[in-house]
């Protein structure tokens, strides 16, 4: 390992969403980045708003995680890889009904090519993306990581629920490795830099980004999915958590694994606020940390929605020493420089 690093962490997925932001703080904190990504849903681009943040190009590799020939092939290339963050998957629950054998062949492929060669190449920890959808509609709240998983409402959801039993059985198996799970609520915002963020193919599916085209006029108006849920204002409940500080848990989870601060092989966080926020509310914290005003109608609810489900972050806020930092407001406000960041490059 190279004395003036922490280690070498291979992130598949690095150009999207959450696996960028999750770069710059991976250098931030001292760390070395490879990143694998087919860039099916994210554009290269994105190497260079890392770089004018942490002024290091992490290393990239353009390839498919689902040929195991590609992901043996990066292992030999970039030699001492200590830590594996799994961000390459596909992530739409809508195109998941439509394309099911895609998305088990995708997002299980993946993960296995990964588990089958870790100990090959002496890599010792391993975080997965999970995602509280592997709760479902939860009959109470906070929901903590000890409440019963629930059947998947779509063909996304179920690869994380068998994602994240390949894992046990693989651990139960003896295999060298250490793993952590990280379930998170719903990520948003984007880096207070507004150097990179959230950039969806076509219209978005997500509440946020639909939010901030709308009201930049790139979308006519927001539909709210239901006024009419058993909700203090009737629209459902989620627990928002700033992309920043989810990158920042995966940090946490990895130092964890690599510097053997737990004996366990495996371990599980929820990674949220432990706040509830209603779709309503989320739309008013816009306008208020924004001051911009945001065309929406009341549309009916839509089908496989959750009605509400929020965090208790207390297992990763003591176990892992990390806490949700950011402002709901502070988020929004980034959300929206990052669109006028789009509109200002001429993307959106
Ligand atoms: N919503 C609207 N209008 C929109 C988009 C969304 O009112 O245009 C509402 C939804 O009905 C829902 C809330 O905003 O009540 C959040 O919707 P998102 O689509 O942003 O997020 P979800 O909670 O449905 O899904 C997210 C992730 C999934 C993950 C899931 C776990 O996108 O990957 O959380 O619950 F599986």
Not at 122 to 135: A, E, I, M, P, Q
Not at 187 to 214: D, F, K, M, R
Not at 282 to 296: D, I, Q
């Amino acid at each position: 390992m190279n004395q003036t690093m922490k280690g070498k962490i291979l992130v598949t997925g690095g150009t999207g969403f959450i696996g960028s932001h999750t770069t710059v703080e991976l250098q931030q904190a001292g760390y070395e980045v490879v990143i694998i990504d087919n860039l099916s849903n994210s554009n290269i681009e994105v190497l260079d708003g890392i770089e004018r943040i942490t002024g290091v190009r992490p290393v990239f590799v353009e390839g498919d995680c689902t040929d195991r020939a590609v992901v043996r092939r990066l292992f030999e290339d970039n030699p001492g890889i200590n830590g594996i963050i799994n961000f390459a998957a596909s992530k739409a629950v809508g195109e998941s009904i439509e394309k099911p054998i895609m998305y088990y062949r995708n997002n299980i492929n993946i993960l296995l090519n990964l588990l089958e060669l870790m100990p090959e190449f002496g890599v010792k920890g391993f975080v997965f993306s999970s995602s509280c959808t592997v709760y479902g509609e939860p009959d109470k709240n906070p929901i903590t990581e000890d409440a019963p998983t629930k059947k998947a409402t779509s063909p996304y959801g179920a690869t994380k629920q068998i994602c994240e039993d390949i894992i046990h059985d693989v651990i139960r198996s003896g295999s060298p490795i250490k793993a952590i799970l990280l379930r998170y609520f719903n990520p948003i915002g984007a880096h207070p830099s507004a150097e990179i963020g959230e950039l969806p193919n076509g219209v978005p599916q997500n509440l946020v980004p639909y939010l901030t085209q709308t009201a930049i006029g790139v979308r006519k108006e927001l539909s709210i999915f239901g006024d009419d849920y058993p909700t203090r204002d009737g629209s459902c409940i989620r627990d928002f958590i700033n992309v920043v500080d989810l990158a920042k848990a995966h940090v946490k989870a990895l130092e964890r694994m690599l510097e053997d601060k737990s004996d366990e092989a495996l371990e599980i966080f929820n990674i949220g606020t432990g706040n509830g926020t209603s779709v309503l509310e989320l739309l008013h914290s816009f306008e208020r940390a924004t001051g911009v005003k945001v065309p929406h109608k009341i549309a009916p609810r839509r089908p496989g929605d959750i009605v509400q489900i929020w965090a208790d972050p207390k297992r990763a806020n003591e176990v892992l020493g990390w806490h949700a930092e950011i402002s709901l407001d502070d988020t929004m406000l980034s959300a929206w420089n990052w669109q006028k960041r789009l509109r200002e490059r001429g993307i959106m």
